[in-house]
T-cell receptor, first 114, second 111 residues
Framework: DTEVTQTPKHLVMGMTNKKSLKCEQHMGHRAMYWYKQKAKKPPELMFVYSYEKLSINESVPSRFSPECPNSSHVFLHLHTLQPEDSALYLC?????????????FGPGTRLTVL | TQLLEQSPQFLSIQEGENLTVYCNSSSVFSSLQWYRQEPGEGPVLLVTVVTGGEVKKLKRLTFQFGDARKDSSLHITAAQPGDTGLYLCAGAEGGGNKLTFGTGTQLKVEL
C-alpha cells in the first residue's frame, strides 16, 4: 500500500456541527501532518504527529483538535467552525528519521462551512 | 521563518513551449521537493533533490538544486495540457520534520 487515504472527500457542515476528518496510511511512516489549503495557495501546516506524539501545533484555533490513536491513523476533529474555515484539508505522511523529508499527500477533504 | 519565493506566480503558455519555474530562498535546505497539484486534489510528489548542483530528469521535466542548496529550478520541455496545475517547491530544514512551502506557480498549458 503506497498511498495516503482521506475520508470524507467532501464535507458540508453548519457552524454548530461536530465532525471528524480521517486519514490513514500503511507505508510505515512515523510522521503525519494536517494542512489547510485555500484555493491556489500553498498548504499551511496545522499539526504534526511524530511517532504518535503531537510535535508541532502551529497556533491553530481550539475548534480544530487532532488525534493520533496509532501510527497509521490521524483524525482532525472539528466543532463550531466558522465560514472562513472552508478550505481543502490535506493529510500527509513522511518516513521520519531519514534526513530526507518527503511528504506524501492524501487527496484531501473539501470542507464547506455554512 | 524561512521563505521560499517562486517565480513566476502565474504562467499561461501554448502547447509545445518550454518554461522554467524558479524557487529561491536565502536559507539552506537539506533537501527540496517539487510537487504538482491539480484542483481539488492533493499535491503529488514529483522529485526530491538533496545534493547541491544535483540535476534530475523526469521525462520532459528537469529539476536542478542550486550549488548552495538555497534555490532550485524546474524546466519543462514541450509543455502539454496535462502539465497544467499548481507547482509547489518545498524545502526541508536539517534535523526537523517540517517542510517550508514555496509561494506556488500556477501553470496553464493551452492547445
Amino acid at each position: 500500500d503506497t498511498e495516503v487515504t482521506q475520508t470524507p472527500k467532501h464535507l458540508v457542515m453548519g457552524m454548530t456541527n461536530k465532525k471528524s476528518l480521517k486519514c490513514e496510511q500503511h507505508m510505515g511512516h512515523r510522521a503525519m501532518y494536517w494542512y489547510k489549503q485555500k484555493a491556489k495557495k500553498p498548504p499551511e501546516l496545522m499539526f504534526v504527529y511524530s511517532y504518535e506524539k503531537l510535535s508541532i501545533n502551529e497556533s491553530v484555533p481550539s475548534r480544530f483538535s487532532p488525534e493520533c490513536p496509532n501510527s497509521s491513523h490521524v483524525f482532525l476533529h472539528l466543532h463550531t467552525l466558522q465560514p472562513e474555515d472552508s478550505a481543502l484539508y490535506l493529510c500527509a505522511s513522511c518516513l521520519s528519521g531519514t534526513g530526507i523529508y518527503e511528504q506524501f499527500f492524501g487527496p484531501g477533504t473539501r470542507l464547506t462551512v455554512l | 521563518t524561512q521563505l521560499l519565493e517562486q517565480s513566476p506566480q502565474f504562467l499561461s503558455i501554448q502547447e509545445g513551449e518550454n518554461l522554467t519555474v524558479y524557487c529561491n530562498s536565502s536559507s539552506v535546505f537539506s533537501s527540496l521537493q517539487w510537487y504538482r497539484q491539480e484542483p481539488g486534489e492533493g499535491p503529488v510528489l514529483l522529485v526530491t533533490v538533496v545534493t547541491g548542483g544535483e540535476v534530475k530528469k523526469l521525462k520532459r521535466l528537469t529539476f536542478q538544486f542550486g550549488d548552495a542548496r538555497k534555490d532550485s529550478s524546474l524546466h519543462i520541455t514541450a509543455a502539454q495540457p496535462g502539465d497544467t496545475g499548481l507547482y509547489l517547491c518545498a524545502g526541508a530544514e536539517g534535523g526537523g520534520n517540517k517542510l517550508t512551502f514555496g509561494t506556488g506557480t500556477q501553470l496553464k498549458v493551452e492547445l
